[in-house]
């Protein structure tokens, strides 16, 4: 009786939807980036309030502040990450990129059928922009609405609408010049059983990738 309530909460774990949430800003120089997964178990929420690239002796720079934290804890964590060809998390990302290149067939796959299963429950698109010319800006409009005409039209192949509210505004000013600004609103669910299985797989071709390049390494010695 214990195994089989076991198997039934394991069952009800496997089929829950985790809720994402992304919010993308753009103003002038300023970028805002925060993303939320919501489950009956936790809440936990990554925020990026600044990124700055720099370029120092020829040498690009990525900086940017971050903060962690769910409803479980109290006081957040935050901190800044450097990114530069100099520094050691630099080859990190470069080794995780020479991972997912080796296995890109495999990996191409297993994100088209996860993204098959995932449900955009909300879309809200704003952009604002102008120019003192009227015909450049009208042009501009127009290309941003075929951008996101197409874009949208491009997730719907891989993504389910079905249900899914879908708002998107543009607003150029014909008179005045105005800044590029952008808000990106964003939220789909997942069932945790497919996270789980995408999770597996991925270990498990990591375990083989690190597994050969120790050999090789031993080999070349």
Known sequence: MIYLLLILAFSLFFFLQVRFSIVLIKKIQDEYIKFEMDSYMSKVFLEIPEMKLTVKSFVPILSFEYKVGSKSTAKAKSGKIVISPLRDIFRKIIDSMKFFVTYFYTFK??????LKKVNLVYLNINIAFGSENPAFTGVLAGTVWTIISQSLGLLSVWLNFEGAKVKVVVTPDFFKHK???????????????????????????????????????????
């Open 179 to 221: 800044s590029f600004q952008m808000k990106i609103d964003c939220i789909f669910s997942l069932r945790v059983g497919y996270i789980i299985i995408a999770s597996f797989i991925v270990a498990w071709y990591l375990m083989i990738y690190k597994i050969r390049s120790l050999t090789k390494k031993h080999q070349h010695s």
């Open 109 to 114: 796959i297993l994100i088209i059928r996860l």
